[in-house]
């Protein structure tokens, strides 16, 4: 569970899914906060996963390309869709 924006909004996705097609979300999503009293095994954070800077819409732009390998964009989130993809690597994304 992804909590996303100022809004706080709840956005579910599958660790699976989101680790097979971006490297930054398997980063992510395989990382053990440090200080953890997991840190020595390999079990990853269960979340949630605070993503304040990031608008809803962006983010879940950026989720429904990853689960179709294509998007719907208006053309006011374009611009952030964008950012959102160079900065998780999504070359693909960028060229669409």
């Known amino acids: 569970m992804?909590?996303?924006g100022r809004e706080q909004q709840k956005v579910f996705a599958h660790?699976?899914?989101l680790a097979c097609r971006c490297q930054a979300f398997r980063g992510m999503l395989g990382q053990v906060p440090v200080?953890?009293?997991?840190s020595s095994s390999s079990v990853p954070p269960q979340g949630p996963f605070i993503l304040?800077?990031?608008q809803?819409?962006?983010f879940?732009?950026?989720i429904e390309f990853l689960y179709t390998n294509s998007v719907t964009l208006?053309?006011?989130i374009v611009l952030e869709?964008?950012?959102s993809s160079v900065e998780y690597g999504l070359q693909d994304l960028c060229k669409v």
Not at 35 to 38: A, K, P
């Open 52 to 54: 304040g800077n990031v």
């Open 2 to 4: 992804f909590v996303v």
């Open 15 to 17: 660790r699976c899914v």
């Open 74 to 76: 208006n053309s006011h």
């Open 60 to 62: 879940l732009a950026v």
């Open 81 to 83: 869709v964008l950012t």
């Open 35 to 38: 200080g953890s009293q997991e």
């Open 56 to 58: 809803p819409e962006v």
